[in-house]
Every structure is written in structure tokens, then in C-alpha cells.
């Protein structure tokens, strides 16, 4: 009785000390939002970012391209295998909280010496029997586990759309790229075409008396500079490509255009709304706090092992013998146990310490994922107002040299100019029109990171699944 007594008060204290030790886990503090976006000269439009944003852009070529990358590159499809193990996870551990039922049969020849005659004899032993056992979770254990493993679940199919989101983004990214590159070879090509024909030219007129050699070997080293551009832009188609071939899930290869860098257009932009909508776009947003929320079921699930488990279990059997007579004999049992930790040289707290470290790590992880979308956002926003201005400054000096040019070739075929000066017009108005094209694959680029930025109107697609 001594003994039995200073069992139950030593489980009673550890019981009281588990109670004490066992409180709730924290709710998610919310990273700072702030109250609205910074000042801009941009006037949004009332529309939304819709999924299929890309489609704006008016390129059934690039269309193709991005509905061929969704369902063809390595990394979504990755994604996919991921979600697909988390839902089977999920799946083990709401079963868990189920009752288990097991069946099994045992059975046993034997031969053996009678003691009442002396004689041997054989016998066989067949023993079916079926097994159910459930843990009482009577604490929330099980239950915070399949919460856990729920939100898992979330946060992957989060991290699969912000996955699609991002190749989407960069296929479409690099697709205007290709489109620019493209453009500025051909103005490369012209450019060359027509400093072969002032070389010539300048060799006609050397020829004649009428110029230096030295005006001569300037148009020929202009025409040299120009001629080498031309492969350098060409080693960047191609490279491009590949990136692009590499997205779609393709071998390196060449790549179908459709509309040319003028003729993609620059879509609306959307309304951007407040800062606070941002939480329920971003799909990297969603993935951050499901796994937040992960954190904290699993920190309800340690502190749960901490107390008391509860199990019940039953058996139904029967035992048949060749060596007895009559019918076989029925065996039952139920039965059911209490488990309480006494002593675990401090595993058990030391699993609750990590499980509040990891739940650290993920409110950081939310709380970073929030700002950098915050920022990205600004980001865009900013590059969007000022290229637009860098654009109209550009496209002025284009125009300008462009006359610049025609007024330096007529005054030096009068013979009022030097040949230097429509040389230099000539580099000139070519610099122009490469900045120009690359401006305008940046004004692009800026109004897809823009919409990459707002989430994509993925959260809008996968209401509809």
C-alpha cells in the first residue's frame, strides 16, 4: 500500500507540473503594414490583376509559350510531387485518429508423447484473432498534428502557385527580352548596311581626290564597331533561347516569335488597392503563414506529450486443436492503459524548446515574406513612373540625332561638314535607338514584375479548382 501510494503521488505531481508547463501556443503577431502605398504620379485603372495576366501583352506566340512552361517545367512539376506528398501525409495523420483493427492467425503442428498411454501423437493449433486498439486524445495531441499536417498542405499548394506564378513571370520576362534583342540586332543589321554604303562612299570620294585616307579608315573602324555588335546581340538571342527552351521543359533550341517589341502592348495597370490586400494575393504570403500555422499546432502537439496518454485496446479469438474435442475455445479481452512520462532526462521539454525555436523561425520567415512584398511592390511602382518619364526624354534625343544625322551627311556631301561630324551623328543616333528598345523591353519588364508582385491573380485561379 506504501508503495502503491507513492506511485499515485508522484504521477500527481508530474501531472501538475505537465498542467503548469502546458500553455497555449501564441497567436501570430502580424508584421507591419503600412497604411497605404507611397506617393506616385501613376493613375491605376479600376481593373484587377486577373490570372492569365500575360495574355494583355497580345501575343498568342507568347501565350503558348507560358501555357506549355505551366504544364511541362522541372520545377513546377516538382511542386506538384511535393503537394502530392503532403496530402498523403495529411492523409496518414488524420487517420491516426482513427481506431486501428488488425488480424492475425497463428497456427502450430506438434507431436508429442502421451503421459497417460506413452504414445505419440500429433496435434494442430489454429488461433485467428482480430486486434482494435485507439488512443483517447484526450489532450489534443493527435488533433494539433493533423492541424499541422493540414497546414503543410497549404503552405505546399501555396508554394506550387507562387512556383507557377514565378516561371509564368520569368518566361514572360525573358520573352520580351528575346523580342528587344531581336529588335536591336535588326536596328544593328540597318545601322550597318548603311555604314557600309558611307564607306563606300568614303572610298569613292579618296579615290577621287576628294577625301583622306584618314576619313576613309574612320567609316571603315565605324564600320568595324557596328559589324561586331551584330554577334554580340546574336550570342544573347541564343542564349535567351535556351533560357526559354529550359522553362518549357526543351531541349536548347530555337524559339517561335509572334508580335515584334513595338507591338506587345503595355496593359493597364491594375488596381493595386492597400497594402493590407497584398496578405491575400501573394501566394509566397500563404505559404509563410500556413507554415506559421503549422508551427503552432506542432507546439500544441509536443506540450500535449508532456501529460497523460490514454489507450484502449480489444481482442477477439479463438483457439481450435485436433488433439481436443468439442467446439473451439472463444478468447476476449479489452483492455486499456494509462501512460504518464516521469522521467525523460528532459526529451520531452527539450522537443517543446524547438518546437517554440521553429515557430520563431517561421513568424520571421511571414513576417519577411510580408516586408519583401511590400518592397517588391514599391519597387515596381517606382520603375514603372520613371521610366515612363526616361522614355519621353529617349524617344526626344532619338528624334533629334535622327535629324542630326540627316543634317550632318547633306552638309558633308556639300562638302560643309567634316566627316567626323556625321560619324558621330551616325554613333550617336545608333546609341539612341539601342537605349530606346531596351527602355522599352524595361517599361515591360516593369509591368510584369509589377503583376508578379500582386500575386498574379493566382488566389483568383485556384478558387475556381
Not at 509559350?65 to 510531387?81: K, Y
Not at 558611307?198 to 579618296?206: E, G, I, P
Not at 522537443?351 to 515574406?369: H, N, T
Request: net charge neutral; charged share 20%.
Amino acid at each position: 500500500m506504501k508503495r502503491l501510494a507513492l506511485i499515485a503521488t508522484a504521477l500527481g505531481a508530474a501531472l501538475l507540473l505537465q498542467a503548469c508547463g502546458s500553455v497555449p501556443a501564441a497567436h501570430a503577431l502580424p508584421a507591419e503594414v503600412p497604411a497605404a502605398w507611397q506617393p506616385s504620379t501613376l493613375q491605376t485603372s479600376a481593373t484587377r490583376v486577373q490570372a492569365g495576366w500575360w495574355r494583355d501583352l497580345g501575343d498568342p506566340v507568347l501565350d503558348g509559350l507560358v501555357e506549355r512552361a505551366l504544364a511541362r517545367n522541372t520545377d513546377l512539376r516538382s511542386a506538384a510531387a511535393r503537394v502530392a506528398e503532403a496530402r498523403a501525409l495529411s492523409d496518414v495523420q488524420q487517420a491516426s485518429a482513427l481506431p486501428t483493427l488488425d488480424f492475425g492467425v497463428g497456427a502450430n503442428r506438434s507431436r508429442s508423447i502421451s503421459a497417460a498411454t506413452g504414445k505419440p501423437y500429433l496435434s494442430t493449433v489454429l488461433q485467428p484473432q482480430f486486434q482494435a486498439a485507439y488512443e483517447v486524445d484526450l489532450w489534443g495531441r493527435i488533433d494539433a498534428l493533423g492541424q499541422a499536417a493540414d497546414a503543410q498542405l497549404q503552405a505546399s499548394e501555396s508554394a506550387r502557385d507562387s512556383a507557377a506564378l514565378s516561371v509564368a513571370a520569368t518566361l514572360v520576362s525573358g520573352y520580351v527580352n528575346l523580342r528587344a534583342l531581336d529588335a536591336r540586332v535588326e536596328v544593328a543589321r540597318q545601322t550597318l548596311a548603311a555604314r557600309a554604303s558611307a564607306l563606300d562612299l568614303a572610298r569613292s570620294r579618296q579615290q577621287r581626290g576628294y577625301s583622306s585616307a584618314l576619313e576613309t579608315q574612320q567609316s571603315e573602324a565605324e564600320y568595324r564597331a557596328t559589324a561586331a555588335v551584330v554577334p554580340q546581340l546574336a550570342l544573347a538571342i541564343r542564349r535567351q533561347e535556351h533560357a526559354l527552351r529550359l522553362l518549357t521543359g526543351d531541349a536548347p533550341g530555337a524559339v517561335e516569335r509572334g508580335l515584334p517589341l513595338t507591338d506587345l502592348r503595355m496593359a493597364a495597370l491594375p488596381s493595386i488597392g492597400l497594402p493590407s490586400e497584398l496578405l491575400r494575393r501573394r501566394p509566397d504570403i500563404a505559404s509563410a503563414e500556413a507554415q506559421l500555422a503549422a508551427t503552432d499546432a506542432q507546439i500544441a502537439a509536443a506540450r500535449a506529450q508532456l501529460l497523460p496518454a490514454i489507450r484502449l485496446s480489444a481482442t477477439l479469438g479463438s483457439i481450435s486443436s485436433s488433439a481436443l474435442t468439442g467446439d473451439p475455445f472463444q478468447l476476449w479481452s479489452l483492455g486499456g492503459s494509462v501512460l504518464a512520462p516521469l522521467f525523460e532526462g528532459g526529451r520531452l521539454r527539450a522537443g517543446v524548446r524547438a518546437a517554440d525555436a521553429r515557430r520563431d523561425q517561421a513568424l520571421a520567415a511571414y513576417e519577411k515574406s510580408v516586408l519583401t512584398a511590400f518592397g517588391e511592390v514599391e519597387d515596381q511602382l517606382a520603375a514603372i513612373d520613371e521610366l515612363a518619364r526616361q522614355a519621353v526624354e529617349v524617344e526626344a534625343q532619338r528624334v533629334a540625332l535622327q535629324e542630326t544625322l540627316r543634317v550632318a551627311s547633306n552638309r558633308y556631301r556639300e562638302g560643309y561638314a567634316s566627316h567626323l561630324d556625321e560619324l558621330d551623328a551616325q554613333r550617336n543616333l545608333f546609341s539612341a535607338q539601342q537605349t530606346a528598345l531596351q527602355l522599352r523591353a524595361d517599361q515591360l519588364s516593369a509591368r510584369i514584375a509589377l503583376d508578379r508582385a500582386l500575386g498574379g491573380g493566382w488566389q483568383a485561379a485556384d478558387a475556381k479548382r
